[in-house]
Structures are given as C-alpha cells and as structure tokens.
C-alpha cells in the first residue's frame, strides 16, 4: 500500500498542540484561515504521494551520482523537483513580501513531514533551502533579500549550509575557511567544507551556499566566525569558483549528495558578507535552530512512514494462530505492542516538534516566552524526535521478520535513512549539552521553570506527574552542578525531559474535543507504558561524572 | 587499529561465571586444562585477527555473489576458510569420538565470539556447522554419525538448516515441503526452502542440509514433520538435485549468502531421515536452541567489535576542550557515557550467553538442574544479547559523528550487521513467547523458581535485588495469567529478566579474584545505572492485553 499522509492527525495536532486557531488570529497570519490549512494540508498529501513517493526506492538504490561536470540525480528526481517549484510547496512558510504565502513555519513543517515521510532524502533539499532562507531574512541586507529570497521561496533556487570541516564538526570555532576583501566590498573563500547536503545537484538554476569562514586577523574560535553567501551562479550568469571534490558513500539517504566542497581552488570564489563581520555564529544559529526543528522533523517523517509500512504488512501476513484462529500477526499480542509502540511514539514525536515549531511562530512576533520555549524545546525536539526515529524504524524492521532485513521490502531504507538524523545539525549528544548548558539556565532559569510549571498545571496522570516532579529535581540539581557533572547526566536527563513534554502534549490531546478512540487507545498506552521506562533513567540522571571517570581513557 | 581479541576478559568470565574449572573437574572435559583452554582463546585470537579480519570489508562490499554455477565467495574467502579448517577451529566442542577435540561447548563459543568480531558474515557458516553437529550427534544413527560428523567437526563439509519456508516462518508448522520413501530406506524431497544462510558457497567440497518435511498422510502441523538430511553431494560423488534459486539482498551481513534453495527440482533429490519419522521438531530444537545460543552470541560479537572501533576512534578523534584544554573526544562526558555503556552492555551480554553456553555442557553430563536453567536462559541470551548488540552498534555509529554514517569507517557495517540477529532463529518476539509460554511453567515453575533464588541469594546491590523482586513477581503473575495477557507482558518480562541476570553475573564477577579495575567500573555503572533502567519496563509488564486491543486492527 502506498504513503498516505496523516492529514487529518496533522489537522488535530495542529489544533490542540500548537493553537493553529491563535495563529489565525493574528494579523501576521491570517491567511491561515482553516480552510487554507486543509488545503494545504490535502493538497501537499495528494502531492508528496502522487510525485515523491513513487522516487523513493530508486533514490535509495540509485542515488545521487557525482561526475566530473556535477552531481547528477536519480532518474525522475529534476521533473518531481519542478513539480514541487511549481506548485509552490517552497512558499508556504515564507513572508508575502519575499515572495511567499506567509504561513507559519508550523504549517510549512506540517508539509515538509508529508514530503519527507514520503521522500526522506528528497525532502532534506527544500529543508536546506528553508534554513537558508531564514538566514537572509534576518541578517541579510534588503538587497540580497531581494535578490536571493524570491528565488529560494519558490525553491528555482536552493540553499546549502556549509559549516564543517574535517577538523571542525562539533567544534565548529576550529573551521579555517578564509575570506579575504576583495576590495570592491565581496570577499575572496578559500576552504574545504565537508558533509554538504545537497551542495549539488541538477535540479535548479542555482545553488546558494551559505559559508561560515574567517577574515584576515579575525579572533580565535566562534567569535572569529563570519558568514557569507556563495552563490554556485554568479549574478553575471558566471559559474563561481565552487567545486564538488567526491560524494559521501553513506549507509542510508542517498538521493541526498552529501559533498566535499572546495571553496577557491583558484583564487576566484566570491562571496558576500551576511550580516555584521564576526557576526557568522548569531547567523548560523538563526538558521540551525530551525534546522534543527527540521531535523527532529525528519524523525517524525521517517516514524511515520514506517509505521504505515509495518502496519500495512502486518495486517496482510497470516502466520500463526491466536484463539485457535490462524491470523495476521496483527493480532499477536506482540506484534500489536510493537505496532502500538510505533503509532504511539509517533504521534509523541509530531507532538513535540509541532509544539516546537509553532513557537517559533509566537517567538517571531515578539512573545518572550514563547522564545524561552522554543529554546527549551529544540533540544528535545531535535534529539528525542530523531531518537524516536530510529527506534520506531528498528521496530519496522522486525514487525517484518525476515522480511526486514531484506531491502526490496522498504524497511530497511527507513532504518538506514533514520541513522543520519541523530547525528547532524548537531549531534543528539550536543543538544544534550545545550540543554543542560545553555538551556537549563536561560532567563536564570525562567525558561524551564515555566515549561514545568505549565507541565505541572495540566498533567494528570500520576506516571505523568511524577516524570515531571521527577525532572524539575534533576533539572534543578544540574542548574548548580559543575560541568562535568551536568554533562554526565545530560542525555538521560533530556529524554526524561522529552518523555514528559511528549506526555503532557498528548495527554492535553486525549483530553480535547475530536479525540478519537485511536488517540485515546494511544495516549492511554504512552502514558501507562512509555513514561514509567522514562522514570527509569532518574538514577542515570543523577549518576555523578565520577563514575564515567572511574575508568581512565587508556583503560577502555 | 585492528581487532584483538578479548582473551584475558573471556578468560575471566569463562573462570567467574561458568566455572569452567568445575567443567575441567569432569572426565568428559578432562583436556580443558588451562593451559589448553588458554591456548585456543590466544590462538583463535591470533587466527581470527590475522586471517578473518581483514576480510570483513571485502565480505561487505563485494558480498556472496549468485551466479549460473553456484554461489561465489569474496577473493580471499575460500583460502581463509581452509586456514579456518586446516587449524582444527572446528573442532573445538565436537567430541573425541567424531574426530574432535571434546573441548565444552563454552569454549567453542569463545572461539566463535572472536571469528565473528573479526568477521561477522563470514563466522555463521562455522555457527551453522556447530548446528548440524548437533542434530547428527543427538539423532543420527551411528552409520550417520560415523560418515558425516568428522567432515563436519573439520569444517572439509559445511551444515545447513532449512525450515522457513515462504508461508511457514515463525509457524514452522505451516511448512508444505514433502518427503516420500524411495522404497530404499531412503526419501525423495521436495519443495522450496528459503532464507538459507550459507546454503551455497565455494568454500568447502559438500554441504549437509539439514531438511524439515512432511512424510505422506503425516499429521497437520509440528507433529507431522521430521528431519532429513540432504547433501549437496552424494555418497557416489553425483550432485543432489537441490538448486540455489536466488540470493537475497540484504541490508547487511553479505558475506552470508542467504539463499532460497529448491529441493528436487526434478524429483530427483535424495535424502534419509535423522532420528525417527515425526521427530523432526525435536530434532530441530536440539540443532536450534543450540544455534539460539550462538545468535546471542552474534550479538557478543558485534557489540565487542563495535565498542572496540569506536573506543578506537574516540581517543584518536580531538574536537572541543574538556576543563579549558583541546582534548580526544573520550574525555567529552557524554562520549564518555557512550562508551562506557557499550563496554559495560558488551559485558553484560557475554556473561548472559557464556552462562547459558555453561549449562550446555553440564546439561549435557545430565545435570538436571543445568537443563532447567539452560533451557530458561536460552531465550533470554537469544534475545537480550541480539538486542544489546544491536544497541551498541547504533551508539557505536553515534560515537562516530558523521563519519559513523560514511560506510568507509566500518561502524556502519556493524549497525547494518547486527540488524538481522533479533530476526532469525526464532524473532526476539518468538523468544519473549517461549519465555512466558514454555519456560515459566518448566518443571511446575521450578525453573524459573530456582533462578531467581540464585539471583537473591548473590545479588546484593540494591537495585539489583529490587529488580529480583519484580521480576519474581511478575514472573509469579504471569505463570497464571491467560494467553494473551502473558504474551502482551512478555518482551518487557524478558528484557527485565535479561538485565537482572546480567546484573547478578556481573555482580559476581566484580567481587571475583581477579578483578581489575575496568571491571570494577563497568559493574559499578552497569548496576547503578542500567539496572534501574529495567525497573522502567515493570510497569509494561505488568499492563493488560487489553490495552494493545483497545485499538482494532482496522483502527491503525
């Protein structure tokens, strides 16, 4: 059976998570009239079935190629692109005045998870484009937003994000890429960025590369960084001094190119500044911060493309017997759990990254606390979604037997393509960090207090309550904790965190108006099964470093 | 660096856990001295690093390919394995009386666990050969002993196990393949066996398919089956009518050529039955509950080559600053983390499935109490071992960075490796079943009765006892509780169980004689941490079928 879209859950998750009606309501948005909403909703499902779908084992099994004159697409990949140009998928989230249909970021996520679950990999290229959107609409003069953002709001454009190098990953104050003044206000790039999605293609008339690099006699670390636009096609129709080195063999995602790019290789790379000089990590951060929302998307695309196939074969695969009736291994009371694990983390993971990304819409018109809360929230959204991910397309796997391990069967690309997503736009491990860094004491510590406070005020159930009282102890400890220790008790500590918010928003989902037995049957099973596991990681959370120390590096 | 193996901890546990001294105290296992047991774990260690390794990359890349004439191994294989053959590491467990060395079946699986770290893919054809052993020892008349078993024990001829069929996978009942005497004392078979691991290759002059079948007006279901075996080539030298029909592609382990095989093709294919006509389930378990332990193991294997990679990399790999200076990522606490839980989990599942492989030997000498704590331990090294293999893999990736996702590294063949292990030999799903089925009520209870009397008499860590206690009384509830009930408790029950016996065999290990201080912070972290983990999962275990049901099939 093929991807169906879950419009009308997205519809209702809209509604009671993210108050799509609040929204509305505002003068910004009053596009997103309810009737637009369905529209867009329907339309991107009808779309992402009918045009992506049908591309996503030839994208797996072809992939991406490279050749000496590019990066050459799978069969199929250039005519479904422009399909999505024209219809116009690439505007929804963008403002009417670059070009855009001025709905929230929210709704615009709602169709990237349609486009992804049908097309993972496909669907990372208009992700990339969005974060470079948000880039030059914050930080870029209005001329280069006139210039560049019409283009990428319709996607004949697409944007790139270069930040690594092989020396710089997760310390990306330890990039080397120069850029020089040419004089004339450009500046000459000079580097290699490895690890670029998307950095090429053959799809669009133009590829915008956002590039973090260094002027001449700039400081050591981040506060050296600056930020600057590459654009593959110069404005005089030239080809920059770009080029794709190799492609990565990757284990999953391959209609993704994932390049080494070299910026320079003859001194005529030209780049212009976004934003102030020394100003690049305020710019990445604008753009990885919804990029990483976007990444915590990618775990809901790929939870729910796996669970429609598991679910598909499970009800079509007659083995065994349940009271004396053969039957479809649906009916086993383990299969069933795994399908319920999988339909229920899944609307945990669409629950909390839709909550996140609406408040990016709120924070984009001036609530404070909506800000505190989508800085809170992207850790957990990013890590605990993609971590949702990965587990629901291992369940996939096995609810398929052997069959899962066979790769015409499909799930086995989910759980290839899922690996990806807790790894980049900063590892699981580093929202981790942020949480407990940066997060836990935001607005000296207003930012979490209010999370559990509004936790507190609507959670019911007593496995629920207790998670919450749970993580306040933890997250107050760790407020005061040295480094190390905060870090020790990181990663258990944001799942705790996540498992908590997730049981709050679907509690609060069972409970609103149009709750149907699907989500009640599943909310019942998260809050009874799923967030006693997450209690289980208290004592993790509390664990000193110490005892990471008590072995020496040597002695591993 | 290079795979080496863990010689000194297998001997260790091989020493705390299975008491192989005890085992050297027999008559039957007089020659595993330990001189000689110390030998083969450094021998196997000196082959396996020196001749499997350094073709796990080539087994994954290349793969097993099909062609016209057969299935072809990977350059290099066919030599290796002969190496494998001429070095007698098959003989290992294979009594003395068969052309073995009668060492116990533990310290066979020692030897497998460091084949398969070193090569995964390549070391099932060897654990698939162990099954095959088993089956002829237990049900082979002596003519068949004496004709098969010392080309088997050498490894001159490879075994095979052919149960699934298309409509029968987990309901091996379901299975159509037909046996009809030949009015010879011999049988003609036919029919299509599929998801044949090693059911072709060019590594060896025959290959022993072991056959489940149906005689004519055999009973429907299990009762009706019996066990043939089939040679590739017969007595006189012919080739037997069985045909490699296709290869799967698979997601991982392509050094296994895992094949679909049709059996008297033109009806030509000849067989004779191994033990009596309707036996074939009871031979079949013999072969497979031995071949259970050995996938747990699988599990070993990868988790012990995965954390060894990654642990590799993590001290080689500087990105970031710990306490103000530039340091290797194992400093960081949350890689840290990572890498201590894949030491301790890695640790964790050897002493599970090195356990389990003790009481095959003792069991063996008619131990009754050893039967009982085998059989009860069977499922959960099968599963829980398979299952953390797999968990390491994934951190292993995570460990990784990016890099983890580029297929070059080798952390994601691992991943992709591990992913069949809960899959065959029965799904973990099938072992969690078997738990709460057959083995809760084994000897009126008295299995699992006397299992965790052990554990409480041993354990003394808080949590750790706390964990006895639950898993007592879920156990005591699930003994009575209906079909569905129990089934729906059941991978919970099995991981908690699982936990609780390595937390108790890891307990004894860290007050043993011997132990080091790597042991000492592994147990630590393994019993304040991912003990209470498991407490997590009581509260799934002891939920209603019901709440699976709450949604119908058509529901999801």
Known sequence: MAFTAPVSEQRFVLDTVVGIDELAATERFAAATPDVIDAVLEGAAQFAAGEWAPLNRVG????????????????GYRAAYQAYVEGGWGTIGVSEEHGG?????????AVLETLGSANMGFALCPTLTVGAIEAIEHH??????????????????TGTMNLTEPQAGSDVG???????????????????KIYISFGDHDM?????????????????????????????????????????????????????????LSFGDHDDCVGELIGPEFGGMRAMFTMMNNARLNVGLQGVQVAEAATQKAVDYARERVQGARAGAQSAIIE???????????????????????YACGQVDRAGMGDAEAKDRLEITTPLAKAHATDLGNEIASIGVQVHGGMGFVEETGAAQFFRDARI????????????????GRKLSLSNGGAFASLITDMRAEA?????????????????????????DRQAASYPFLTMLSVATCGWLLERQARAQGADAVKQASVAFYLDQIVPEAMGLEAAANAPASQLYALTADAF
């Open 60 to 75: 797996d099994t072809v992939g991406a190629r490279w050749t000496p004159d590019g990066v050459v697409m799978p069969d």
């Open 101 to 109: 249909q001025g709905l929230p970021f929210v709704v615009q996520a």
């Open 140 to 157: 870029g003069t209005p001329e280069q937003q006139a210039l560049y953002l019409p283009k990428l709001a319709t996607g004949e454009w």
């Open 174 to 192: 330890a990039l080397r890429a120069t850029a020089t003044p040419r004089g004339d206000g450009t500046f000459s790039i000079k580097g290699t």
């Open 204 to 260: 669009a008339d133009n590829i915008v590369h956002l590039v973090l690099a260094r002027t001449p006699d700039a400081p050591v670390g981040t506060r050296g960084i600056s930020l600057f636009l590459v654009p593959k096609v110069r404005a005089d129709g030239s080809l920059n001094d770009v080029r794709v080195v190799s492609i990565e063999h990757k284990m999953g995602l391959h209609a993704s190119p994932t390049c080494v």
């Open 332 to 354: 086993h009371p383990d299969v069933r759990r795994m399908l319920l694990r999988m339909k229920t983390q899944t609307m945990a993971a669409r629950a909390l990254v839709y």
């Open 421 to 436: 997503t807790p790894i980049y736009e900063g590892t699981n491990g580093i929202q981790a960090a942020d949480l407990v």
């Open 460 to 484: 019911q159930h007593p496995q629920l309550t207790a998670l919450v009282d749970a993580c306040e102890a933890v997250g107050r400890r760790l407020q005061t904790a040295d480094a190390d």
